[in-house]
């Protein structure tokens, strides 16, 4: 069945088919439900390896809960709540946290009649326990961070036996338009509150169409998370999208901390803020008195148990640590997979993605990867070519990476209902699919028409489906081809919330609803594990995924869904992926140009120049769209985006050595403005400008017509170069600039440096041939400082036998030195530095020299043009990964 865009929002529901937060039982019982005045029973105190263990009681119906709390050496604490006694085992979110943190051992510090207050980490924190009402505070050198249960939120609703007869009102049974759902383990959803004490800007919780800072949701829809497929979502809403990270990061001038919520049921999330300053009514002047800024915090999710880790930074870079070495580093992609991605649903056959491949050689436009969509298989059976407009797959596939280029085809989980299909046979009998609340394979209907859908939560089917990427099974397939996980919320077209119902049943017993959100997180995984094993281990693999979860990053790449050509959603992609980046979620993009509608030229040209600085850069459209190559609009245009994509290429080396230190520290690659001045409040609140890295500030145009934009510069101390015409601005100012379509504001930070290729490009193969520019932009002090990493751009042995370099680069008193940024790596390669610009220059100096060990040393030829302070040394022949130093006299 052919199946057309629009279908996936019907005229007669529209956006109506998505809940409210007054649709869903569990959010009104808790809302609406009583506090409940739980009291920690501080005499049943234990005292373990692992930390600490009460029990609580709810003394109206005498609910008994066990209360574990871990710290560990990494400054993170873990609070879990789960029944004492419970009929059965409530779900516990596996395969999220790659390993337990090596816990501290915990001591007590002081007792009283109220209180336990238990210390570790040679006293500088504790754990406050209060019995009556139970509450539990987090502190830092007698500071109260963070307060567990402040405002008595806790909600345990504990497992039952089912009643022998379901009645229409039932707690065991819930109706949303057509659709029932029937719990098979009752009322079961969890709650607590958390006190941020001293925080007013809270970040976190993607995905969401809105600003990076969360808002108080007083008055409004709380935060959902549920993985859903919003076709061209509303802007500014809070309704959730296709993925969910838990996540919230609350900051301050002096501290970063997190508030990590492992829950993978539906969840909502309520923020409230509290003002610094408040009027006393009792004073006849009406004069402001001074109150502690604080945001509270409540979390409501639908089952499972109470599982909360708080991150305790204290700055930015250590709780992305904290947060990467609980839920795990961001993949350290192939190279190819930082080019530009060429997409659309769908190119029509071979000879249409050969053509389009020649178009970019013939324009003179580099691009590494071209995708196709669902209509590429046979009738949207997955792991099969539709056998008339792609009869020689293999051959395409060779074509491409003849060129060095790569191709990506679509893998979704629904599996066409086809009885003469080997692959649906082969799911069915091995019993792979998920199954309906009775029992029976559950069906469900999506582009093929009426599908089942795999069961990834299991670890036989994951690792069956992984088997089917092997060149042997996966027929027409080459080293050379990738996957998109797409609709994998999973998007259910004739399902509730076009979603799997959650009394679906799957692997071991557990409903849909415990696990929902984990469905894409789970085919992702075994996506990467099918591309890996067919590599025999060797090659790193390439996965972008619509749904995802916390610890999604470890895997690959995932995008923003199903976007709009307009300005406002363009403008809305940047705070989405800033705060998918603080969520631990790196390589990350919104689809250039947007996916549904035609976007006017001046939109495209400013949508490609924004997403080629940010991390995964591809443009795709949906299939009822015009044709977007960037060729098709006029000289002008082309030329403008031939540069956006070009400037993307030369600054690869960059972006690669961001991405390694993603994987080894946690850092995104693409940060707020507060990650990098932490202490300065007027960037606590920007996300229309950002940060690559520590070194380059990025305002992407965002809106029709501009002549002038203003950026922001942060830090009075710091001076900025512009990249364009390397004129120099002190920080702590908004500058008026301005641009025209050719212009993008990006700035270079004083005291940084950063390598770029030189040369032409035609895709990422070419980085390792071409030599490398240094740009060294200096501070105040005369100084700056930047690395670069380097390995073979593609194989695991970067891991496994410690085949990469990492390079530094320290400029101080007109001396640049290149070393060895440690002792750990070795890898030998022919790139050489060709020259060398320093910026913050300002009188010419009187020589150059260049000294390379056991070489003579040598003059270099060099210019300094005195207007913009600028010197650039040339005609260099420097191995990177030799040392050598470059004196300026």
């Known amino acids: 069945m052919e199946e057309d865009v ?141 307060t567990f249960n402040a405002k008595s939120k806790l909600w345990f609703e504990t497992l039952q036996d089912p009643p022998s007869e379901l009645q229409d009102d039932s707690l065991w049974k819930e109706t949303f338009r057509q659709f029932v759902d029937l719990k098979a383990n009752g009322p079961s959803s969890v709650g607590a509150d958390l006190r941020l004490h001293g925080f007013r800007h809270v970040y976190g919780l993607p995905e969401h169409s809105d600003d990076l800072q969360l808002r108080d949701t007083r008055g409004g829809e709380p935060y959902r998370l549920y993985n859903l497929d919003v076709f061209a979502y509303d802007l500014f809403s809070r309704l959730g999208l296709y993925g969910s990270v838990p996540l919230m990061v609350a900051h301050k001038p002096d501290r970063t901390l997190g508030v990590f919520w492992l829950n993978a049921s539906e969840t909502f999330v309520n923020v409230q803020y509290f003002p610094t300053e408040q009027q006393d009514d009792q004073s006849p002047l009406v004069r402001r008195r001074k109150v502690e800024p604080q945001t509270d915090v409540r979390w409501l999710s639908e089952s499972g148990v109470i599982d909360c880790t708080v991150l305790l930074g204290p700055n930015p870079q250590q709780l992305f640590g904290q947060y990467a070495q609980l839920t795990g580093f961001q993949a350290l992609p192939p190279l190819f997979a930082l080019g530009y991605h060429q997409s659309r649903w769908n190119y029509d056959d071979e000879a249409d993605v050969k053509a389009v491949d020649a178009g970019f050689d013939r324009h003179d436009i580099p691009y590494d990867v071209i995708w196709l969509d669902i209509e590429h298989t046979d009738g949207k059976r997955y792991f099969t070519w539709d056998p008339v407009h792609f009869p020689q797959p293999a051959r395409l596939q060779l074509h491409l990476e003849k060129k060095k280029r790569k191709l990506v085809v679509i893998s979704d989980p629904h599996i066409k209902l086809d009885p003469d299909w080997s692959f649906y046979c082969e799911a069915r009998d091995g019993g792979h699919f998920v199954k309906d609340r009775d029992g029976q394979i559950y069906k469900g209907t999506c582009w093929p028409g009426e599908s089942s859908y795999l069961d990834f939560s299991s670890p036989a089917t994951r690792a069956w489906y992984s088997s089917c990427f092997s060149l042997d099974k996966y027929k027409g397939s080459t080293s050379s081809l990738f996957v998109w996980n797409d609709m994998n919320e999973p998007s259910v077209f004739n399902g509730p919330e076009q979603t799997m119902p959650k009394d679906a049943v799957h692997c071991g017993g557990w409903e849909h609803r415990d696990l929902h959100n984990l469905y894409g997180f789970y085919q992702h995984m075994a996506t990467v594990d099918g591309l890996i094993t067919r590599s025999g281990g060797s090659e790193r693999p390439f996965v972008l995924s619509r749904s995802f979860f916390a610890g999604s990053q470890r895997f690959g790449a995932i995008w923003t869904g199903d976007n709009v050509a307009s300005w406002e959603y363009l403008k809305i992609s940047v705070p989405m992926l800033l705060s998918l980046s603080l969520a631990g979620i790196a390589f990350c993009g919104a689809d250039v ?265 040598s003059s270099a030829v060099f210019e300094h043009i005195e207007t913009c302070c600028m010197l650039t040394v040339s005609s260099l022949n420097l191995r990177v990964t030799t040392d050598w130093e470059m004196l300026i006299s």
């Not at 996936?8 to 809940?19: L, M």
């Not at 119906?61 to 059965?88: A, F, G």
């Not at 299939?623 to 030329?639: I, S």
């Not at 100084?783 to 410690?802: E, I, M, P, V």
Request: hydrophobic share 35%; charged share 25%.
């Open 593 to 857: 140009g947007g996916f549904f509608q035609d976007p006017e030229p001046e939109l495209l040209v400013r949508w490609y120049q924004a997403a080629a600085l940010q991390p995964f850069f591809r443009g795709h459209s949906a299939k009822m769209m015009k044709r977007r190559e960037p060729w098709l609009f006029g000289e002008e245009v082309t030329a403008a985006i031939r540069t956006a994509i070009q400037q993307r290429y030369c600054l690869l080396p960059y972006w690669y050595s961001l991405f390694h230190q993603a994987h080894t520290c946690g850092l995104p690659p693409l940060r707020p403005l507060w990650v990098e001045f932490p202490r300065e409040q007027n960037t606590f609140s920007v996300d229309h400008q950002y940060m690559i890295g520590g070194a380059l500030l990025v305002c992407p145009v965002t809106e029709p017509g501009v002549q002038e934009v203003q950026v922001l510069l942060p830090g009075s101390g710091e001076i900025w170069y512009d990249v364009d015409s390397a004129e120099a601005t002190r920080g702590g100012r908004t500058l008026s600039l301005p641009v025209t379509l050719n212009t993008v504001p990006v700035f270079q930070r004083g005291g940084s440096v950063i390598c770029r290729s030189v040369g032409s490009f035609s895709c990422t193969a070419d980085l390792q041939l071409l030599p490398l520019s240094i740009t060294v932009a200096l501070n105040c002090e005369g100084g700056a400082a930047g690395q670069l990493y380097l390995d073979d751009f593609h194989s695991f042995r970067y891991r496994d036998t410690k085949s990469f370099c990492l390079r530094r680069f320290d400029m101080l008193s007109g001396r640049l030195l290149c070393r060895a940024a440690g002792e750990e790596g070795t890898f030998d390669c022919d790139l050489v530095v060709q020259s060398v610009t320093v910026l913050g220059i300002k009188s010419k100096p009187s020589s150059v020299t260049v000294h390379v060990s056991g070489v003579k040393d």
């Open 6 to 146: 629009v279908s996936v929002v019907p005229e007669d529901e529209g956006k109506d088919k998505f809940k409210k937060s007054e649709h869903v039982a569990f959010y009104r019982r808790q809302i609406q439900g009583p506090n409940l005045q739980h009291r920690a029973l501080l005499d049943t105190m234990v005292l373990t390896e692992k930390g600490a263990r009460f029990e609580l009681l709810e003394p109206d119906k005498q609910t008994r809960l066990l209360l574990s709390m871990s710290p560990s050496k990494r400054d993170t604490v873990r609070i879990l709540i789960d029944e004492l006694r419970p009929v059965k085992a409530r779900y516990r979110v596996p395969d999220v946290v790659t390993e337990e943190p090596q816990c501290e051992q915990l001591r007590v510090d002081r007792r009283t009649n109220d209180s336990v207050t238990l210390t570790w980490s040679s006293g500088r924190h504790r754990v406050r326990v209060w019995h009556f009402p139970f509450r539990l505070e987090i502190l830092c050198e007698n500071e109260v961070l963070v």
